[in-house]
């Protein structure tokens, strides 16, 4: 089962977003998945170098 977030962006952000949708021919969704996937392995990698 998923669990379904809402994420509220400024006006910059959401263009960025939407760029890099755009550029790699992506939805929004599928941007800010793989940003958030992004984040997380590299916290886990800061986590681990303590």
């Known amino acids: 089962m998923s669990t379904r977030f809402t994420v509220v962006c400024d006006d910059d952000l959401a263009s960025e977003v939407e760029s890099l949708a755009r550029e790699y021919d992506?939805?929004?969704?599928?941007?800010?998945?793989?940003?958030?996937?992004?984040?997380?392995?590299?916290?886990?990698?800061?986590?681990?170098?303590?």
Not at 30 to 41: K, M, N
């Open 26 to 50: 992506l939805t929004e969704e599928e941007v800010l998945t793989q940003l958030i996937d992004l984040g997380l392995e590299e916290t886990r990698r800061t986590r681990n170098r303590l």
